[in-house]
């Protein structure tokens, strides 16, 4: 069993997990004793499974996902942090016109933690140069938060140097863009990251 965590993102409890596998709650922490799911103690000793563990878990031992756990099934969660109202519009309305993605943003570094707490987002779209709380710090905060650790963030900023992209990309994040964005290229990238398969990619999957 992994070490306790600081918060809990996307965290099922043992009955949960029992009741998806319609199995009992000692079934379920016999699966964790002896290695075969993943979990970890919370501060208050309670035991927790992460979804992706969990999602990891029946697959490797053919089980049905829940559908609400499916997430080809649901839109992936984009927050947009950047205090530059025009770049959030054009973004939100860019992410808007795919119809796969849920969108919401952020003006300002400490806004864009509160909301990352609330909306547990897919990808977190960053601008680096932001007042009070910068960029680099959000990162920082993200990644120090195991449960954040599948969460994709792409980080942008105007100064296009290689200084400002080795400490971004050292701080956590998974990609660095220079502004102005180019979209096509961004679209191009969340999907790679969220390992979503473009239109006939999914038609050949049906045949």
Not at 15 to 26: I, S
Not at 43 to 63: A, I, S, T, W
Not at 170 to 191: C, E, H, N, S
């Amino acid at each position: 069993m992994k070490n306790s965590r600081d918060n809990t993102n996307e965290a099922l409890t043992t009955g949960k997990v029992a009741e998806y596998c319609n199995v009992t709650v000692r079934a379920v922490l016999k699966w964790v004793d002896e290695g075969k799911l993943t979990a970890y103690r919370t501060p208050g000793n309670h035991c927790r499974v992460q979804v992706e563990d969990f999602l990891e878990f029946l697959k490797k031992y053919e089980m049905p996902v829940p559908p609400e756990l499916n997430r080809e099934n649901r839109k992936r969660r984009i927050l947009i942090a950047d205090d530059d109202a025009n770049v959030v519009d054009l973004l939100g309305r860019m992410f808007a016109l795919e119809k796969i993605y849920e969108t919401a943003s952020a003006g300002d570094g400490f806004a864009a933690g509160q909301k990352f707490c609330s909306f547990q987002p897919d990808c977190l779209i960053l601008d680096i140069m932001m007042p009070g709380v910068d960029g680099y710090e959000v990162c920082k905060y993200v990644r120090t938060v195991l449960e954040n650790k599948e969460v994709k963030i792409i980080a942008m900023s105007g100064m296009d140097s290689a200084e400002t992209k080795a400490k971004v990309l050292a701080m956590g994040a998974d990609v660095f863009m220079a502004k102005p964005i180019d979209q096509a290229l961004l679209l191009k990238t969340v999907r790679r990251l969220l390992k979503i398969k473009d239109e006939g990619e999914q038609a050949l999957n049906r045949r």
